[in-house]
């Protein structure tokens, strides 16, 4: 009886920590599933503005039976996000890049937090700081960020730990 308790307690306390998105019907949606189209091989495509993205963050692979996420999501300074950009080939394309700051806000769902970003069509988006390749202006330490939990965005130093999601013009 002991132990149903303490697993019990244990199943409450782990679930209580998981997070859903929050979305406010008060706030116009920016980012509506019907302008993306999902593809079989892990990119989601983005009619409105001729961008490809990752479906999955870096560091995950998309399992399309599943229509999931597998793996962990990597941090990663921003010369590493550089890099791995260059080395990546999701779906056999080898021209991936680290967004600008404005590409990376054609994503950002206004009306939702935690994390804001349309969960239908980009998944297991951690509500935490995605990179930019935009450095800072007067701080070329530093690199715009976003962060999807808020949908803020702030300059962090390039050595920093910080997510990435991958994007590519569509040809």
Known sequence: MKYIYI???SLFVLSSHVAA?????SVDETSL??????NADGTVSDTQTGLMWQVCSYGQSYDSDT????????????QEALRGAQNDDTASYDDWQVPNIKE?????????TDPS?????FFDTESQNYWSNTSGVTTTGSAWVYQFDSGLNSLHDKTSN??????????
Request: net charge negative; proline share 0%.
């Open 7 to 9: 697993t019990a307690v």
């Open 162 to 171: 910080v997510y990435l999601r991958l994007v590519r013009y569509e040809e």
């Open 67 to 78: 229509n999931t996420c597998t793996g962990s999501a990597q941090q990663l300074t921003w």
């Open 33 to 38: 599933t019907a302008r993306f189209t999902i």
């Open 104 to 112: 990376l806000a054609t994503i950002l769902e206004h009306s939702c």
């Open 117 to 121: 970003i349309n969960e239908s069509v």
């Open 21 to 25: 998105q929050t979305c406010y019907d």
